[in-house]
């Protein structure tokens, strides 16, 4: 067996895992899967910190339906882009979601009537429906946690300057999920453009691919055009407004959990562990080692931290084994030695290390652990990321790159005919992006040999 089917039995023993641990139902009688309720807890801790972070922003959540009219679905698939072959049809006049669009759009053109009705920013975390090939969580026909978002604005500068913003905003969520991303600029369309221009955040997963985790899109007036969306403005003229939109799936969760993750040992950031800390009992019938238990307990819950007490009769390591497949990042170990040095013993499931610490300082041990699991985390998969992308000045050895897990950075003009052409020579993958600034160094383009400053990431994408 190569090392692309390798990975590739990796990402599916994966999918086992969270079988395995009763995160996901696979055997459910459609073409998805079921969420269960471990799950469910580490989704509405992140959607706990993405309400926070769209408030901060100044978005507000709306509910929209899962039913979208025909009708406004053609404002986009015949107007803007073809996704015919990527819809559910209910009938001939109603059709699950695909993207917020056809949803979101129809409100805007009936709320937005004047320049005083904007700016206006929305969001909503919601089911999105493709068909296409599905590649298990990472590209489903069901998402079931989608959080897409839209803005409109009365300028193109208004709209400019919400681009700042939003990317800002999804760094921000990517670092708590500690996900290094490669950050870039799309290549020019070669159909009808979505967008004016759009910026992509990949990150790289153990089976070589880059897995696409937001777009966000710099619209302007492509989709007021297409949904008739017109206000007033103060001298009274009529203009359509200039818009955003950006989104991000459970993908950008369970990429998080499996580029953690090894052969049969996945493992939970204590940001979205829905336990982050054990506490073990040794001694069960040790009334004075119960007592000291629950004071530590006690202590770590008035400080917000998520704990639980394992008390259970049953062989310790067997109990060790079951919290670790719990994803929970640390075991603290209370028997007679701790209660006698009023200590307590940390172990980090992360990379094993066990240290002694002071009781009165348990607080700030536990809270530095935490920490240094999330960073030392960050630490490896960034490097993994950097570690992965060689320069390449021949274009005959893009693919070559590529089939040892690669991503090829290449010196490439910023326009259609010779990201076409690169496409079109190395026959398989495809350019995910360009670097967002200009380098300060000329170069030969890789496909025409003509000065450039601009640089393309070229790489296998989920």
Same mark, same amino acid.
């Given at each position: 067996?190569? +090392?692309? #089917? ?18 996901? +139902? ?14 469910c ?19 507000e ?13 053609? #404002? ?8 015919e =072959? ?8 109603l059709?699950?979601?695909?993207s ?8 805007? &053109? ?6 005083? +009705? ?13 068909n296409?090939?599905? &590649? ?20 193109? #500068? /208004? ?5 700042? %913003? ?19 600029? &799309? ?14 955040? /990949? ?10 985790? #937001?777009?966000?899109?710099? *619209? ?14 103060? /001298?009274?003229?009529?203009? @359509? ?18 580029l ?24 069960? /019938? ?5 007592? @000291? ?10 400080? %917000?931290?998520?704990?639980?007490? +394992? ?14 497949? %719990? ?7 209370i ?19 066990t ?20 960073? @030392? ?14 320069i390449? =000045?021949d ?10 897990? =690669? ?5 490439? $003009?910023?326009? =259609? ?5 690169? *496409? ?23 496909? $025409? ?8 990431? @070229?790489?296998?994408?989920?």
């Open positions: 067996m190569n +090392d692309w #089917n390798n990975e590739i039995l990796l990402l599916k023993e994966f999918n086992n895992i969270l079988e395995r641990e009763k995160i996901i +139902d696979l055997n459910y009688p459609t073409w998805t899967f079921v969420w269960l309720p471990y799950w807890k580490i989704v509405d801790l992140n959607m706990n910190f993405l309400n926070k972070l769209f408030d901060k922003y100044g978005y959540k709306y509910i929209f339906p899962f039913l979208v009219s025909s009708k406004e679905f053609d #404002n986009i698939n015949k107007k803007i882009n073809n996704f =072959k990527n819809i559910y049809k209910v009938n001939n006049s059709i699950l979601r695909p917020g669009e056809s949803a979101i759009y129809p409100m805007l &053109r009936r709320r937005v009537k004047s320049y005083t +009705d904007l700016p206006i920013r929305v969001f909503q975390i919601w089911i999105m429906f493709r296409w090939t599905s &590649r298990w969580f990472l590209r489903p026909n069901e998402n079931d946690v989608f959080i897409e978002a839209h803005s409109a604005f009365e300028s193109k #500068n /208004d709209a400019e300057n919400e681009i700042k %913003k939003i990317n800002s905003l999804v760094e921000e969520y990517f670092k708590r999920l500690w996900i290094p991303t490669l950050k870039t600029i &799309r290549p020019p369309r070669t159909n009808k453009p979505v967008a004016e221009k759009e910026y992509a955040f /990949d990150a790289l997963l153990p089976t070589w691919e880059t897995a696409l985790l #937001n777009v966000t899109y710099l *619209q302007m007036q492509i989709f007021s055009k297409a949904f008739s969306i017109l206000f007033s403005k103060k /001298d009274k003229t009529k203009d @359509y407004t200039y818009q955003t939109e950006f989104g991000f799936s459970q993908r950008a969760i369970l990429t998080s959990i499996r953690l993750s090894k052969k049969n040992n996945v493992f939970l950031l204590p940001n979205h562990a829905p336990i982050q800390i054990v506490i073990i009992q040794i001694n069960l /019938d040790n009334k004075k080692i119960s007592n @000291y238990t629950k004071k530590i307990f006690d202590k770590l819950i008035k400080n %917000k931290f998520r704990v639980k007490i +394992d008390q259970e009769w049953k062989n310790l390591y067997k109990r060790f084994s079951k919290h670790e497949n %719990k994803w929970i990042p640390l075991r603290i170990e028997g007679e030695k701790e209660l006698l040095n009023s200590s307590i013993k940390i172990v980090r499931h992360d990379n094993k290390e240290h002694l610490y002071n009781y009165k300082d348990t607080i700030n041990w536990v809270s530095l652990m935490l920490k240094k699991i999330e960073t @030392y985390s960050y630490k490896q998969n960034n490097n993994s990321l950097k570690e992965k992308i060689i390449i =000045k274009i005959n050895e893009i693919a070559k790159v590529i089939k040892i897990g =690669k991503i090829a950075k290449i010196h490439l $003009c910023y326009n =259609k005919n010779c990201v076409e052409k690169t *496409q079109e020579t190395v026959k398989i993958w495809e350019i995910i992006g360009f670097e967002e600034k200009e380098s300060k160094l000329k170069h030969s383009c890789i496909n $025409c040999g003509k000065t450039t400053w601009y640089i393309a990431f @070229y790489a296998r994408r989920v």
